[in-house]
């Protein structure tokens, strides 16, 4: 089945690095994904990393992934009050031509000045 | 900004009508997606099209259709409208049928009341 799991809340204080956990099941994933969604906004494709790689660095964010675990972390080094928003994991699906992404119900990042 | 156009922003209507949400994708994706945001089930996959042709289906109900056209914008109708079918309803895009990044629109408000 396909299921993704994220822990609800996280509160850090500005200048932390934040890290936000997600599991997933679906062993056949071929990309994981993260989206953030600031208040009254859509979701915004923060970053993707292949189900081959283990991590994938872009500027502040940092993703690593373990595979045996089915375990995908989001770091945000340097953490800003702008970060503040709404984290979303997702798993890919396959299966023949459709394809459609599993979202966890997200994860409230709080970043306290 | 995603690319990917919804419109409209925010609709308000009664119990038992019917409504239609647009979304037009973002320039080149043949791929067009549809979930439902709400507080209690987070984000559900509805249906997606590619290239004018159903391709999965999720958790859409019997009263909600969907359709893609020629010119690649699609379409989500709502119908019999109960109260618990207000929520975000969201559009997203991608450039092919698999295996590439969904881009999502910023989303119709919807309200039954």
């Known amino acids: 089945g396909e299921d993704v799991e994220q822990s609800l809340f996280l509160s850090v204080r500005e200048g932390d690095s934040s890290v936000i956990n997600c599991t997933y099941t679906d062993s056949s994933s071929t990309y994981l994904y993260w989206y953030k969604q600031e208040p009254g906004a859509g979701l915004q494709l923060l970053t993707y990393i292949f189900s081959n790689m283990d991590m994938k660095q872009d500027q502040r964010l940092t993703v690593l992934l373990n595979k045996k675990d089915k375990h995908l972390s989001l770091r945000i080094a340097d953490t800003q009050t702008g970060d503040s928003a709404i984290y979303f994991c997702a798993e890919s699906n396959s299966g023949g031509s459709n394809y459609k992404l599993t979202f966890g119900k997200g994860t409230l990042l709080t970043v306290n000045p | 900004d995603s690319g990917v156009t919804q419109t409209p922003k925010h609709l308000i209507t009664a119990t038992g009508q019917r409504v239609t949400l647009r979304c037009s994708p973002r320039?080149?994706?043949?791929?067009v997606y549809w979930y439902q945001q709400s507080l209690d089930q987070g984000l559900q996959f509805l249906i997606q099209?590619?290239?004018?042709?159903?391709?999965a289906k999720g958790n859409i109900l019997e009263r909600f259709s969907a359709q893609q056209f020629p010119d690649l914008h699609s379409e989500l109708n709502l119908s019999s409208l109960e109260l618990g079918d207000s929520a975000l309803y969201f559009c997203a895009s991608s450039v092919a049928g698999a295996d590439s990044p969904l881009h999502f629109g910023n989303g119709t408000r919807l309200t039954v009341t």
């Open positions: 099209y590619y290239n004018g042709e159903e391709r």
């Open positions: 320039s080149g994706d043949l791929s």
